[in-house]
């Protein structure tokens, strides 16, 4: 079976709601409507019983009305009030007076029930055949001293009959009402999935070619537009990560592109012009040395996608800063030395991070590697560990030619280089910074970078203070 359109659902569960809504509120109004009829009825016989007594005269022991009778005003309303009227004597509980109309009606208690009758006065109500009649029971004590039952009806005819054309008018009101409102819910669910529908319509030109293009907004800043924008921020990511991967493609072909066309050159010129050992010896260390340079490459990027992947867990310890800082500039003095150049040190014992000691020996390694690199012979690198505010602050200064303005933006991209032609000169796979500012973001820090051409450069990371 072929599941319902969603236009089709709105529109019936629209049409349901609304047919349930405007039952529950004839159901209410026709409660109300009958207790405010009832109670105007009730209200309009108990000021006739009043009115009535006014009348109402007994003379050793029998009852009897006086009135007015050329007066048109009270013959009427005497007339309509005791159309249905009878008195009973409580001593013996015998009937007294009757109206014609329930004489024929043949409408009497007996002694018993009209005695019964005078202990809970009030209304009741009586089956007859010219319908139901509703009844005042009203004490009254004559001259006398003798008790009487004064009986005071009215049909209720009026209120069925209000009543149940009421009844019947809401026979054709709620149906209508409902098809009315599957008419309007279909075509306002039309009208409210119009932007959907435009929407998918736009989805469904975007291709992996085409990632560039977007949803359309609206401008109404409704529902629709803000998971329109949600869309288009989610195209803009995947954009971005599609372009980054589609350079991390390039650079990669390119990188390995350098090393493996040497080894072939080499291999094939080893081969056309066969040397002695020593000469053999010579190519077999050069390649050895391009192999180094491949196994450090491949390493660096299986590290930076497994820590990428969520594989590595990164440790929350109180990390002294300070001890880093001097554990790695021991480490990286060797290669320094070799260079002629000077790392001082300026550190604060008292800073202590909440992070992973191991993953901060590489970004102080990665930095200081960076530094010695691209230093010259004879260049000074400073390295410092202070606190500021609530975060930890390692900075590595070096007295580099520093990196221009256009291309400090991309320097933590994989394999970015700011100088191709240097970079060749330079050893290294272009993937270190990009360690240290993943390095970082897990640690819930941030990395900085500030450099002047032919001045040197200024890495900063701060990282959150253990406790704080």
């Not at 050159?265 to 180094?292: I, K, T, W």
Request: net charge negative; with cysteine; charged share 25%.
């Amino acid at each position: 079976m072929k599941p319902l359109s969603l236009r089709t659902r709105l529109a019936f569960f629209y049409s349901v709601v609304f047919a349930l809504l405007l039952a529950g509120f004839a159901a209410v109004f026709y409660q109300v409507l009958a207790f405010r009829l009832e109670k105007a009825f009730n209200q309009e016989l108990i000021e006739r019983a009043a009115a009535l007594r006014g009348y109402l005269r007994f003379d050793n022991g029998q009852p009897s009305l006086a009135f007015d009778a050329t007066d048109p005003d009270e013959g009427f309303f005497i007339r309509t009030a005791t159309r249905y009227f009878q008195v009973y004597d409580l001593a013996n509980g015998k009937l007294l007076d009757q109206s014609s109309e329930l004489r024929l009606i043949g409408l009497e208690y007996n002694p018993d029930e009209a005695k019964s009758l005078a202990t809970r006065p009030g209304f009741n109500d009586v089956g007859t055949d010219q319908g139901k009649l509703r009844f005042y029971n009203q004490l009254i004590h004559g001259p006398d001293g003798k008790s009487y039952l004064v009986q005071l009806g009215s049909s209720t005819q009026s209120i069925d009959e209000a009543l149940e054309s009421f009844a019947g008018s809401l026979v054709w009101i709620i149906p209508g009402g409902a098809l009315l409102a599957a008419i309007s819910g279909w075509w306002l669910a039309a009208w409210a999935l119009t932007p959907v529908r435009s929407i998918a319509e736009a989805a469904r030109q975007i291709t992996a070619t085409h990632l560039g293009r977007r949803l359309p907004i609206r401008g109404s800043r409704d529902e629709l537009d803000y998971l329109a924008e949600a869309f288009n921020e989610t195209l803009e990511r995947l954009q971005n990560t599609l372009a980054e991967m589609r350079q991390f493609t390039g650079s990669i072909a390119h990188e390995l592109r350098t090393p493996l066309a040497t080894l072939r050159a080499e291999a094939e010129l080893a081969l056309m012009h066969p040397g002695s050992d020593e000469e053999l010896r010579r190519v077999l260390a050069s390649q050895l040395e391009e192999f180094e340079k491949l196994t450090r490459m491949i390493n660096q990027l299986l590290l930076l996608a497994r820590a990428e992947a969520g594989e590595f867990q990164i440790l929350k310890q109180a990390v002294p800063l300070a001890a880093v800082a001097r554990s790695v500039s021991e480490q990286m003095l060797p290669l320094a030395a070799a260079k002629n150049i000077s790392i001082c040190l300026e550190t604060d014992d008292e800073v202590t991070i909440s992070g992973d000691r191991n993953w901060m020996d590489r970004v102080a390694v990665n930095l200081l590697d960076n530094a010695i690199k691209f230093t010259p012979e004879g260049g000074e690198i400073e390295v410092v560990v202070r606190r500021e505010q609530s975060s930890g602050c390692l900075q590595v200064r070096d007295t580099g030619e520093g990196i221009s303005a256009e291309a400090l933006p991309h320097i933590f991209e994989r394999f970015y280089r700011a100088d191709p032609a240097r970079s060749r000169e330079v050893q290294g796979t272009g993937l270190g910074l990009s360690l240290v500012q993943w390095v970082v973001e897990q640690h819930e820090g941030r990395v900085e970078v500030r450099s002047e051409l032919h001045k040197g450069t200024c890495f900063t990371v701060r990282l959150p203070l253990a406790g704080s």
